[in-house]
C-alpha cells in the first residue's frame, strides 16, 4: 500500500478541525484522495529529525519505545500530538520501525502496519513546525510491551472492524489509531488477560486503573451532527451526557503518555520539535514551548543550507499485512 493511500489519526482528526470550521457545502473532505506534498527543504528538515529520532532510540539502550507525532489544527482542541504508535527495534520491517494503526482508504478499513521512522516523521504534514515526543519505559513494562507488540496474533486481536476517528475510549463500537495502542498497553501490562474478548478485556482494565481518555470540547451541540455527516466520525459510541456537553472522550496520545506517566513515574520523555531554522531535543516530560522555542538545557540543532548541520548548546542559559 503506498503512502498517499493510507491514512493516520493525525490526517483524519484533524479533519475534523477543518469541517467544523467549514459551511456544511464545503465539506466534501475526501482525505483519501487527498496528496500530501512537501518541498524538498521540508523534507529534508523531517528526515534530519527521523534521523535524531533513531540516534535518541538507538543511544536509549532499550528495544521499544512509545512515539508521537504532531499534526494539523489541533491546537483549537489543545492537541499537539494526534498519532502514536510502537516503535520496535526488532521489528522485521526495520531497525526501530513503527508499529501502529493506519485506515487503509482502498480497503475502507483499519489496518495495522509498520512503517520505518522517517516514513513515520514524514507524516507530521506541517512544513512550518513539527513535534516528535519519545517514551521509554521501565524495563518491566519495556519486556510486557515488546512481546505484545512483536506478537502478530494479538496486535490483530486487537484491531478493531470499524473505524472512526473520534472513537470513544471505552467502547468497542469504532476504534481509531490511538486506541488500538492504548488496548495494546493494557493487554500487554495486564497479567491476568485471557485471549478471548481481548478488547473487552483491554478496555476493562484501563478503567480500572483510570486511564483518562483525551476531553475534545466541540463547544457548540449541533457540531455533532454536522461530525455525523462525514463517514470516519461517528457520535453513537458516546455516552449520552459526553453529547449533551458536546464533547468526545477520546484516546490521543497526550492522555496515552499521561497514563504511562503517571503509572510508572521511572518511565522518561523526549520531545523533539522543528522550524525553517531549528531542531529542538528536551530531554524530561516538560513540554517544549509552542513554536519551537528552545530553553536552557535544550539541545539545539541550527539549520543552515539543506543538508548542512551547526549544532551548539543553547548559550543563553535565561507500515502488518
Not at 214 to 219: C, D, N, R
Not at 245 to 269: G, K, L, N, W, Y
Not at 291 to 313: H, K, N, S
Request: charged share 20%; with cysteine; net charge neutral.
Amino acid at each position: 500500500m503506498t503512502r498517499l493511500r493510507a491514512l493516520s489519526c493525525a490526517l483524519l482528526f484533524c479533519a475534523l478541525a477543518a469541517f467544523l470550521a467549514l459551511p456544511v457545502q464545503a465539506t466534501s473532505l475526501r482525505y483519501c484522495d487527498a496528496h500530501s506534498e512537501v518541498d524538498t527543504a521540508t523534507q529534508d528538515r523531517l528526515i534530519q529529525v527521523a534521523a535524531l529520532v533513531k540516534s535518541e532510540l538507538e543511544r536509549s539502550g532499550q528495544s521499544v519505545a512509545l512515539v508521537a507525532r504532531s499534526g494539523l489544527a489541533l491546537a483549537r482542541f489543545d492537541q499537539r500530538y494526534s498519532h502514536a504508535g510502537v516503535s520496535l527495534k526488532a521489528s522485521a520491517n526495520a531497525p526501530w520501525s513503527v508499529r501502529q494503526l493506519y485506515y487503509a482508504c482502498d480497503e475502507q478499513r483499519p489496518r495495522i502496519f509498520d512503517q520505518g521512522m522517517s516514513g513515520f516523521v514524514l507524516g507530521v504534514h506541517d512544513p512550518a513546525e513539527g513535534y516528535v515526543s519519545i517514551v521509554f519505559f521501565p524495563p518491566a513494562e519495556a519486556a510486557a510491551l515488546q512481546r505484545a507488540a512483536l506478537d502478530d496474533r494479538r496486535a490483530l486481536q486487537l484491531l478493531g472492524a470499524s473505524y472512526s476517528a473520534n472513537a470513544y475510549a471505552f467502547s468497542q463500537r469504532y476504534q481509531n489509531c490511538n486506541q488500538w495502542l492504548a488496548e495494546l498497553l493494557a493487554s500487554a501490562w495486564n497479567v491476568q488477560a485471557q485471549q478471548e474478548d481481548v478488547r473487552a478485556q483491554a478496555q476493562q482494565w484501563l478503567r480500572e486503573q483510570d486511564y483518562s481518555p483525551s476531553v475534545i470540547q466541540l463547544g457548540w451541540r449541533p457540531l455533532l451532527w454536522l461530525a455525523d455527516m462525514v463517514f470516519w466520525l461517528h457520535s453513537d459510541d458516546h455516552p449520552a451526557e459526553d453529547l449533551a456537553a458536546a464533547q468526545f472522550r477520546v484516546s490521543m496520545p497526550a492522555s496515552i503518555e499521561a497514563f504511562v506517566h503517571r503509572r510508572s513515574p521511572e518511565a522518561t520523555h523526549i520531545e523533539l520539535c522543528y522550524t525553517a531554522k531549528q531542531l529542538v531535543l528536551r530531554r524530561g516530560w516538560q513540554p517544549i514551548e509552542p513554536g519551537c522555542i528552545a530553553q536552557a538545557g535544550d539541545e539545539v540543532t541550527q539549520l543552515a543550507d539543506a543538508g548542512v548541520l551547526a549544532t551548539r548548546p543553547k548559550s543563553n542559559r535565561a507500515d502488518l499485512r
